[in-house]
């Protein structure tokens, strides 16, 4: 499961100068994406003390902890620490960087590089849900797996949407995509996908 | 000097608002406790009615689990011309000691208190000294200096604002700054922690001050808003409680405060809300 | 205009946010809501019986409805908004803050409630706002009504906000995020406690940066 690539998030959802928090299965981690659109995904917490990296801010090329401002820059070093502005940063304070790739309009984060790349999708990007419900409840509902986007046909959609289910435990983010339709068919994509989720909640689906 | 936790004093209530009739039921070390207004001041007791010594200081209702010795003296308090500011009970999701070691820290102050404790540019934090009084077995830091916008409700305009720190117990600390009316004078800010377990507390922020222009609740609600920009950092450092293990976390000269504290908690024995080894 | 204010309401932030938007000044007066009770007393019930806060009072007028201040402050503004869904809005504004505000004032101030309770219904309005920001998106709109902020956004963003204080994470909400994100990189915004700078904004420090202190 570590080896291969989890999808994150969709591609518009974290622009230029955005951090999220990530539940991964090996651990609570921050994606972030500087200001020229590079991505990087870095453990959650601050190695000064403990503070939520997604909390912070970017500006250009680094990402500032909220609590003290110690900036890392897209590799994880260490670069700044405000309350010493004339030290030079330690090369040991640094934090973890782990494998992210951006492919088929999701971000695709990975414990350690797997060997191929992450799925092309052929689709463009809808929108992202949570699913309060397991992954094994979904993919019992939807017949795609975590990590595989694949086809899903809701009720009342003309096209089938491609689904990239993120396991979280107790919860499932589903993030989907749509093959390129107009406004009406996106939002109505969306009220589907929202029917969806409802359904599994209320555990009415099965495959 | 090891102390059992149970033996300390803590803070439950507001002494000017004790909770009527029915009392307020909380919790002291992961006992529950109630506390209420009795016939003749405040009363506390366990689940199984045992009565618990009860002391009024500093505006707030202390009790004590165990045997208690005498509370930690703050004599500014009976200075006269101060006014004295029962700020109210604050619940945070966090350990006690991480609230208190968020208390001590100035490096914080132009990214969580931003335009008011501190900005940027002003970030560095000057050498100060800290150290284990063993006469009073209290941490001390003093000679802290720090570049602020409104250091106070009654602050006009930025000034460096100079802090004394002084923790005298586990989960107790008492902030000495300049009074932006009086100069020559350091107001008092006080942090009292309840452990409520070692991961949630109530926080109960007290206050020593000379401001006769304030009213007093500007001086509540300007401490109120300090604290609780702090709050929404207290309960998103992981982890929850506070390491004591020096590998698990990377401090630097501006902490020393906080590695005083840490090492004196070891010292004395107090390690409830901490974690001891790296998880 | 005089705003009876306490620092740690969310309504009376939206308020005070909405004036700094707009770039009007209020006379903010501290009312103790806590611990003090001090809106239940006599001395402020003579102001607004309800003894609710906020309350604004402007000359002869006195509103003591957090959607009519709005309206009120918007008016003549780029934020004034009317009609049916403007309405719906502002009224969906009072279930945010009675579900996503009673979790706060549970996990916060000790204020009894049904946490499970009051998230879960704090959830629910999130996933609608989250759907109807994903439709107005499909517009080529940024915000609820439009392609600018009204009154609509300024009465639902602070208890969206405020969330977290009362347990509900933001994470999982990608278009909320976007939207708090445009709302604070408005010009004027201010903050509250929980509802940090976006340090984003400013630049970095030069090459003096930390300097000798003023």
Not at chain 2, 34 to 53: C, F, I, K, M, Y
Not at chain 3, 91 to 99: E, N, Q, Y
Not at chain 3, 104 to 114: I, K, N, Y
């Amino acid at each position: 499961m570590s080896v291969s690539w989890t999808p994150v998030a969709l591609t518009p959802d974290l622009p230029p100068g955005g951090a999220v928090p990530v539940r991964a299965p090996w651990g609570e981690l921050v994606v972030w994406r500087s200001a020229t659109g590079r991505l990087s995904c870095f453990p959650e917490r601050c190695p000064h003390r403990g503070m939520r990296l997604s909390h912070g801010f970017v500006r250009g090329e680094m990402i500032s902890c909220i609590y003290h401002g110690w900036r890392y820059d897209t590799a994880g070093q260490c670069r700044k620490i405000p309350a010493h502005p004339d030290l030079e940063p330690p090369a040991a304070i640094r934090v973890h960087s782990y494998p992210v790739a951006e492919a088929g309009g999701l971000i695709w984060i990975a414990k350690t590089l797997p060997e191929s790349a992450p799925p092309e999708t052929g689709a463009e990007p809808l929108r992202s849900l949570v699913i309060a419900s397991p992954a094994s409840a979904v993919t019992e509902a939807a017949g795609v797996v975590p990590g595989v986007p694949g086809p899903v046909s809701l009720p009342d959609l003309a096209a089938p949407l491609i689904l990239a289910l993120q396991d979280m435990g107790e919860e499932t983010a589903v993030h989907a995509l749509i093959t390129p339709a107009d406004s009406a068919a996106r939002i109505a994509a969306s009220r589907a996908l929202e029917a969806f989720r409802r359904a599994v909640e209320a555990e009415e689906i099965a495959a | 000097m090891t102390r059992d936790k149970r033996d300390e004093w803590y803070p439950v209530a507001i002494a000017a608002m004790l909770p009527p009739a029915r009392g307020r039921d909380t919790l002291l070390l992961g006992e529950p406790i109630r506390v209420r207004a009795g016939d003749s001041g405040p009363q506390v007791e366990t689940a199984e009615g045992r009565a618990l010594p009860v002391t009024i200081a500093y505006g707030h209702v202390w009790t004590c689990l165990g045997t208690p010795g005498d509370l930690f003296p703050i004599p500014e308090a009976a200075q006269p011309g101060r006014r004295l500011v029962d700020v109210g009970m604050v619940r945070v999701k966090c350990s006690p000691l991480r609230a208190v070691e968020n208390f001590l820290d100035i490096a914080h102050f132009p990214f969580v208190h931003t335009d008011i404790l501190g900005s940027e540019p002003h970030t560095e934090v000057y050498r100060y000294d800290v150290r284990i009084r063993d006469e009073v077995d209290e941490v001390w830091a003093t000679k802290v200096r720090f570049y602020q916008p409104q250091a106070a409700k009654s602050a006009e305009g930025g000034i460096e604002t100079e802090y004394m720190y002084r923790v005298p117990h586990p989960t107790c600390s008492v902030l000495y700054k300049t009074s932006p009316p009086m100069p020559g004078e350091w107001d008092v800010i006080a942090l009292f922690v309840q452990p409520l377990t070692e991961e949630l507390c109530d926080v109960w922020p007290w206050m020593a001050l000379y401001d006769d222009a304030s009213s007093m609740a500007e001086m509540i609600q300007f401490q109120q808003m300090i604290f609780l920009q702090d709050r929404s950092i207290l309960e998103n450092q992981i982890p929850r409680r506070l390491p004591l293990d020096p590998g698990m976390e990377s401090p630097t000269r501006a902490d020393l405060t906080s590695i005083a504290y840490r090492r004196w908690l070891k010292r004395r024995g107090y390690t409830y809300g901490a974690q001891l080894v790296a998880a | 205009m005089i705003l009876y204010d306490y620092v740690l309401s969310a309504d009376c932030y939206a308020v005070r946010l909405l004036a700094a938007l707009t770039g009007q000044r209020l006379e903010t007066r501290a009312v103790d809501f806590y611990p003090g009770a001090a809106e239940k007393g006599a001395a402020f019930r003579a102001i607004n019986p309800a003894g609710t806060l906020p309350v604004l009072v402007d000359g002869e007028v006195t509103l003591a409805e957090p959607a009519a201040i709005l309206m009120y402050l918007a008016t003549g503004t780029s934020f004034a908004a009317e009609g049916a869904s403007a309405q719906e809005w502002l009224a969906r504004s009072r279930h945010f803050a009675a579900a996503l505000g009673g979790a706060r004032q549970h996990d916060m101030l000790e204020v009894p409630g049904d946490i499970d309770a009051l998230r879960a219904e704090g959830s629910l309005w999130l996933r609608i706002l989250e759907a109807a920001l994903f439709e107005a998106g499909e517009e080529g709109c940024g915000f609820l009504l439009g392609d600018t902020p009204t009154i609509a956004d300024i009465a639902i963003f602070p208890h969206v906000a405020l969330a977290p204080d009362g347990g509900v994470e933001l994470g999982a909400w990608p278009r909320i995020r976007l939207w708090m994100r445009r709302l604070r990189a408005l010009p004027g915004f201010i903050e509250m406690p929980g509802i940090h700078r976006l340090h984003d904004l400013k630049p970095e420090p030069g090459p003096d940066y930390g300097g000798a202190a003023a």
